[in-house]
Structures are given as structure tokens and as C-alpha cells.
């Protein structure tokens, strides 16, 4: 395939001299036609030119994403800059938020982003390793801004992760996954915040329930407002801790939590060690 050429012309040169010494990570048309004073038609064209180029990677409308020489300017295209130029509700969740957290080593591939049912992905972000999840309940409860690799990110706090994980399984690394974050968690986490997250979510007690199983398993002393909201009531339907497909529906039965631990426990002891 050929590579775009490198070579620049004059006002290139000065919008990535400009660049490098303020070391952007990001850059939009109305800062450039700002500091060197050019029309909207000369920005757009120069930015444009450098985009073709790969000095620079379009993130959303008029906002790019600077791929400088230190790269080479060949890079995965950043995800970070992506969101930061999104303007759409959104939080990084899941077990991305939990690797960045540091509840688990465990990065998936693609940046997990909770977004509102109906939210579309940007044309732009095609190369972009981003994945959208459709929250039915969105809210931004429990949602941190915090700067992650250079950029203003919404990501779920340490609460939130364990709320929405608990119920979500599949995007945790499964039932294993979700008992390293739990682990690690344990001492981080405000367990009435937890609670009151779990009472905005449609799957909340579940996830309590599941969770305060888990404490169980790892011998880990459970706090009482988990304990409280945790505790079966009479008419609830009895809970799986992992997922019946690949576990099947045997095992012990921890009455408090109504929960059924169809997952080896030593195996569960045994990935928190990992």
C-alpha cells in the first residue's frame, strides 16, 4: 500500500512546529485559525493536508487527534482523543474502567464505553478501538472525570464498576474476572455508595447479591450496608454466581444470598492469587 507522503509545505511546517513545542495531543480548527490568525478555509485545507499526511487523525468534526515525530506518526488511532472530542453522553465501564482503575491487569482489546440506548458510533471512529455498550438505564451516577493518558475522560468510579459488572458478566471477564475486581475492590469501594448505585440499576440487587457471594467464597468480611441490602428476601428467585452454560446449575446453595455457586470455589481463590 502506498504511505501517504510526509513532506510539508510552509504553513504545514508552522501548525506542526506548533504542535511538537506545545506538545498537543489534540487540536481543533478554531485553535489553529486562533494562533496563526487564518481564515476558516486556509485551517480546514491545512489541517486537512496534514491529516492525508499522517501528521494528524480525524476524532469527530473539526476536532484531530496529533500523531507527531516521535511516532513516526504511525499509530493505533488513540481512543482517549476520540472520546474527549465526543460530544455524546458517555463513560469508559466495564473492565476497561476496571483496568484503569487498577482493579485487574486484565485490558480488554477494545475500550469499553457505556453509552444511552441509541447513541451511534461516528463515522470517524472506524479505526478507532472503541466499543459501545447501550445502557437501558443510563445515568451518570457514579461517574468520575478524570484525565487518563493526557485527555479528560468520564469513567465509572470504583462503585459503579462493581455494580455494573456484577450483572454484566460477560463484559467482565466472567465470573472470574469479576472476582479479581471484587478482591481488589474490597477496601477502595464505599459500600453505601455501592448500595445506592445497586438501587439505580435494574439488575442492582442481583449484582448485590452476587457480589456479597463472592465475599463468602473469598473469606472477605462483608460490610453491613451490603450485608443489609444483600440478604435474600423470601420471594426472590434463586441466583446462579456464574454463567449456567458454561457452569451448569450444581453446587452448594449460600441461603442468605439465595445465591447457587455452580463455579469451583478454589478456582475462584485461586484467580485472585494470579
Known amino acids: 500500500m502506498e504511505m501517504p507522503k510526509r513532506t510539508l509545505s510552509q504553513r504545514e511546517a508552522e501548525l506542526v512546529s506548533w504542535l511538537e513545542a506545545e506538545r498537543r495531543q489534540s487540536v481543533n480548527i478554531t485553535d489553529v485559525k486562533a494562533i496563526f490568525n487564518w481564515t476558516d478555509q486556509v485551517a480546514r485545507h491545512t489541517v486537512s493536508r496534514l491529516a492525508k499526511k499522517g501528521w494528524l487523525y480525524r476524532t469527530a468534526q473539526g476536532r484531530y487527534e496529533v500523531l507527531l515525530a516521535e511516532t513516526g506518526g504511525w499509530i493505533v488511532p488513540n481512543p482517549w482523543a476520540a472520546l474527549n472530542a465526543w460530544n455524546q453522553q458517555y463513560y469508559v465501564c466495564l473492565k476497561s474502567a476496571a483496568y484503569e482503575q487498577d482493579l485487574t491487569p486484565d485490558r480488554p482489546r477494545d475500550v469499553q464505553?457505556?453509552?444511552?440506548?441509541?447513541?451511534?458510533?461516528?463515522?470517524?471512529?472506524?479505526?478507532?478501538?472503541?466499543?459501545?455498550?447501550?445502557?437501558?438505564?443510563?445515568?451518570?451516577?457514579?461517574?468520575?472525570?478524570?484525565?487518563?493518558?493526557?485527555?479528560?475522560?468520564?469513567?465509572?468510579?470504583p462503585e459503579k464498576i462493581l455494580v455494573d459488572g456484577a450483572s454484566r458478566l460477560n463484559r467482565m471477564g466472567g465470573i472470574l474476572g469479576l472476582s479479581r475486581i471484587v478482591y481488589n475492590g474490597v477496601?477502595?469501594?464505599?459500600?453505601?455508595?455501592?448500595?445506592?448505585?445497586?438501587?439505580?440499576?435494574?439488575?442492582?440487587?442481583?449484582?448485590?447479591?452476587?457480589?456479597?457471594?463472592?465475599?463468602?467464597?473469598?473469606?472477605?468480611?462483608?460490610?453491613?450496608?451490603?450485608a443489609v441490602e444483600a440478604t435474600a428476601k423470601p420471594k426472590e428467585s434463586l441466583l446462579y454466581?456464574?454463567?449456567?452454560?458454561?457452569?451448569?446449575?450444581?453446587?452448594?446453595?449460600?441461603?442468605?444470598?439465595?445465591?447457587?455457586?455452580?463455579?469451583?470455589?478454589?478456582?475462584?481463590?485461586?484467580?485472585v492469587r494470579r
Not at 448505585?197 to 468480611?221: F, K, Q, T, V, Y
Not at 456464574?242 to 455452580?262: F, P, Q
Request: aromatic share 6%.
Open 187 to 226: 477496601h477502595r469501594v464505599d459500600w453505601q455508595t455501592v448500595v445506592e448505585l445497586a438501587a439505580e440499576s435494574p439488575h442492582g440487587r442481583a449484582g448485590l447479591r452476587r457480589i456479597a457471594a463472592l465475599m463468602d467464597i473469598l473469606n472477605l468480611e462483608i460490610p453491613e450496608p451490603l
Open 241 to 271: 454466581l456464574g454463567d449456567r452454560t458454561s457452569y451448569g446449575y450444581h453446587g452448594k446453595r449460600l441461603s442468605r444470598w439465595k445465591v447457587m455457586i455452580n463455579v469451583d470455589p478454589a478456582s475462584i481463590r485461586e484467580e
Open 113 to 157: 464505553v457505556c453509552v444511552p440506548t441509541g447513541a451511534k458510533r461516528p463515522n470517524a471512529w472506524a479505526d478507532i478501538p472503541i466499543v459501545l455498550i447501550p445502557a437501558r438505564k443510563f445515568n451518570s451516577f457514579g461517574v468520575l472525570i478524570r484525565e487518563l493518558h493526557g485527555f479528560q475522560i468520564n469513567i465509572a468510579s
